[in-house]
């Protein structure tokens, strides 16, 4: 599949209230193209919220349910069942999607008791959190997202702490879906709402945005800063189904060794969050220190797939 074989069909319409660049217009687009217009959509305040373009305009077409920041996996709990519901008594002709649209703040942070309520009672809704590693919609806060060392408006000279896994979370949770994706691998990305539109039950997938504002780079350099996220190792894609993780496009490369990871300094020196890594002096302390995390986790993943081929290798040979 190639970008030219996505559906014409617009569904977030242009004219919206995004900034330029901005990474959830560009995820929720490509999202509805593999989604369709039978979705129902539930958003939380975020960017998300000021993007559709204020009420009685709307950027969507799509159904939409404006909710309350906490409420992200309880709003779609209710949709899911009035869908439920109508599909019994003969509404719809065909089942539509149930949609849960959140940041990283209403879903890692806020909106995690909900969510997990929700996933263990195995909701029937596709969850999205666009993670832009903040609460951008109100001027960059930290948020349990925010990655190490990354500058926000409260944590000035870098945050102490490292992110919490929310995908693994979630796969922790036992849903029949989980998936990572990132805006710099679109066929992947929506491959993967394919995919997640076939299964029932709660399906989880977390999109990498990278936000100009709120990251401090220019406008158009969105997808090549969400590329060297997965090329310098510091985002893993994959999906996860019936117990089994598969890497996916860059990641699945460089794990094959059929790329080459670069230094994680590429990725953090390319944004101003991270300035204050590199001036007034270099803080090799904290650069080598993220590179290390980086680092023992591929020789985890290297090593897996090594030994998987091995294995391979030794059932391949004839019987003795
Ligand atoms: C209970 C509550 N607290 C605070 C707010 C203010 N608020 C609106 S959006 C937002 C940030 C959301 O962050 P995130 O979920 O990461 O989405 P993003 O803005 O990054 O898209 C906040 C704090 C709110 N709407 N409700
Ligand atoms: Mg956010």
Redesign the pocket.
């Known amino acids: 599949m190639r970008i030219k074989d996505l559906p014409d069909e617009e569904l977030l319409l242009p004219g919206n209230a995004a900034c330029q660049g901005c990474p ?1 217009s560009i995820a929720l687009r490509l999202a509805l193209k593999a989604l369709g217009r039978n979705t129902l959509m539930t958003v ?6 000021v993007l559709q373009s204020p009420f009685p305009a709307s950027a969507l077409g799509v159904p939409l349910l404006n909710m ?3 409420t992200a996996g309880a709003s779609g709990s209710g949709l899911a069942a009035a869908v439920e519901r109508l599909v019994r008594k003969g509404v719809y002709a065909e089942r539509p999607t149930v949609l849960v649209w ?6 890692y ?3 995690i008791q909900a969510l997990s309520g929700a996933a263990e009672r195995n909701a029937d809704f596709i969850y999205v959190c ?3 590693e ?5 001027g960059t ?1 930290r ?1 349990g ?1 925010t990655p190490y060392a990354a500058w926000t408006t409260n944590t000035v000279s870098g945050k102490r702490e490292w992110r919490k896994d929310m995908a693994q979370i979630m796969v922790a949770h036992g849903i029949p879906y989980v998936a990572t994706a990132s805006l710099a691998y679109p066929i992947d990305l929506y491959e993967k709402f394919l995919r997640a539109k076939e299964i029932r039950g709660t399906r989880y997938i977390e999109v990498l945005a990278p ?1 100009p504002p ?1 990251w401090k780079f220019p406008s158009g350099h969105t997808i090549k800063v969400a590329r060297l996220a997965v090329q310098t190792g510091m985002w893993l894609l994959y999906e996860h189904r019936e117990g089994t993780t598969s890497y996916t496009a860059g990641t699945q490369r460089l794990i094959q060794g059929k790329a080459r990871r670069l230094p994680v300094e590429e990725y953090l020196k390319v944004q101003g969050r991270f300035r204050h890594l590199f001036h007034p002096e270099r803080d090799e302390g904290r650069i080598a220190e993220i590179q290390r995390r980086v680092d023992r986790v591929f020789e985890t993943l290297e090593f897996t797939y090594r030994m998987r081929e091995h294995i391979m290798d030794i059932e391949m040979l004839p019987p003795r």
């Open positions: 959830s939380v305040a975020s960017c998300t919220s309350a920041f906490a959140a940041g990283d703040g209403g879903t942070d806020i909106g666009y993670n832009n903040a609460y951008s919609n109100t806060q948020s997202a936000c709120g």
